[in-house]
């Protein structure tokens, strides 16, 4: 996962220490703005591109690092990687404690921080927005110092599409991008399948 700023500073990696064992992905079709002014001659219209959610399991684990000697992981175990991923939901440090002061002084109205572009980059076959929806964190194994030197986070996120983004958003564009190679594939796919149609029948 990447997390990149507006404000232009270096993007936030998140680097999976292992493949998750799987990825689940549920998709609903989008419903109307107001499900109230839907009629029957509605009942076959896309509202846009469907809401998908994706889950996966992450682990990170220090046990290699601690076979080696590695400082960092000797002190402070997984810790790092889980504040890595927990990060991605908190605003910066720097924006709270400026909104604060300029609220303190009554020079601004406060609105709620705009949260830095999330991607999920699953292979060069999927790299979409993403908005983080919850995490999920099993600690294990801790150390002296009670830092966990194994963890688990079951994370789910909502992928955001061009129905959720604004057309000058970078994620926009990503969307788009994305569409565009499914439908490729769905096209490889359907021109595979008539192949072995047409191989079957003159089989027969």
Known sequence: MVSVDSSGTLPRLVVFQYNPDQVVRTLRPRSPASPQSSSAA??????????ETVSLTVSVDATDQL???DPVAGLTGVAPQLAVLELLLYPGIVTVVENTAMLLAGTIEI???ESPLTLLIWGPGRVVPVRIES???TEE???????????SVQMSAQVLSYNDLSVSDPGYALF???????????LVAGATGAVTVAGG????
């Not at 896309?46 to 809401?51: D, E, N, Q, T």
């Not at 194994?141 to 963890?151: C, D, G, V």
């Not at 029948?201 to 027969?204: C, K, M, N, Q, T």
């Open 201 to 204: 029948v003159s089989g027969v």
């Open 135 to 137: 995490l999920t964190i």
């Open 67 to 69: 076979e080696r000697g």
């Open 176 to 186: 788009l991008v994305h569409q565009v190679m499914k439908e490729a594939m769905a």
């Open 141 to 151: 194994a801790f150390s002296p110092e009670l830092f966990p030197t194994r963890a």
């Open 111 to 113: 609105l709620p921080v």
């Open 42 to 51: 509605d009942a076959r219209r896309l509202w846009g591109a469907p809401v």
